[in-house]
Every structure is written in C-alpha cells, then in structure tokens.
C-alpha cells in the first residue's frame, strides 16, 4: 500500500480543497495498522449512531491554538467549527461527520461512540463481559497465589 500513497504525494489540503474522505480513511487504515487488522473481507464497525453524532460537543477554537486537524492535516482558524469527541481529540466538523457515518469510532484513538447497530452492539457488549471475565480470571489468580 505504502507505494500507493506516496504516488499519490500526500500532503495538507490546499485553501478551498476539499477533502476526499475515502482517501482520508484509507490513509487512517494505513497509518494506524488496521489495514491488516481489518483483512481483505472484514467490515469497518458501523457508524456512530445519529444521536451520539448530535451531542458531540462543538468547541470553539482559540486564536493561541496552533492544533492541526488530523483528518486533513490543516491547522484550525478561529472560527472554524470543530467537534470534540468523547476522547478530546478534536476535528472539523465537515472532516469527522462523514468519517462517522461510515464508522463510529474516533480516526486516532479507535475510541468507540455507540452506533445504532444491534447487532454489533451485542457483539460490544459480549466483547466487554469477555475482558471482564478475564479481569476476574486474573483476580483470582492473583488472590489465590499471591
Ligand atoms: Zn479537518
Ligand atoms: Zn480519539
């Protein structure tokens, strides 16, 4: 993959460009090693549920802050709008909305939001219980032999 990108020159977005958010995320994939997490079929999880898109919160951005966004690599404006997810990164809102409506969980961090998947929400669940059962495991253990 790596070719790819640097074929394709990667650098910030000029003034008025626009994003190309399926470069962007395939960038993201690239970069923080999901590419081969994900494998040739599997799915990205799906997006982050309209409701929890709606209250993230929008922050100002201060004119001391030199804080680049890391969907497109532009510094923030005053002004600007940007989103700050549950796990403080921050975003323009134009960057990380279409981001979280193919999946929901933050581009650096992999901090989840909820989705409105049932499915992969039991699946969530089932994968917390099953860290949680491994924590008591590990507890046990601990008190048994300690
Ligand atoms: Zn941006
Ligand atoms: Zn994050």
Redesign the pocket.
């Known amino acids: 993959m790596s070719d790819y990108f640097e074929e394709m020159g990667w650098t910030p977005l000029d003034d008025g460009e626009a994003p190309n958010h399926l470069i962007q995320m395939a960038r993201f994939l690239r970069d923080y090693g999901m590419w081969e997490l994900l494998g040739e079929d599997a799915k990205l999880p799906p997006p982050a549920s309209k409701n929890a898109v709606e209250t993230l919160p929008e922050i100002k951005i201060e004119p001391s802050e030199t804080k680049q966004c890391p969907v497109c690599l532009k510094e923030f404006e005053v002004n600007d709008k940007a989103k700050s997810?549950p796990?403080h990164?921050v975003f323009h809102q134009e960057c990380i909305l279409p981001w979280l409506e193919k999946t929901n969980s933050?581009p650096?961090?992999r901090?989840e939001l909820p989705t409105d998947d049932e499915e992969y929400e039991m699946y969530r669940k089932e994968k917390k219980r099953a860290v949680e059962r491994e924590k008591d495991l590990e507890y046990l253990h601990n008190s048994m032999f300690t």
């Open positions: 997810m796990c990164h933050c650096l961090c901090y």
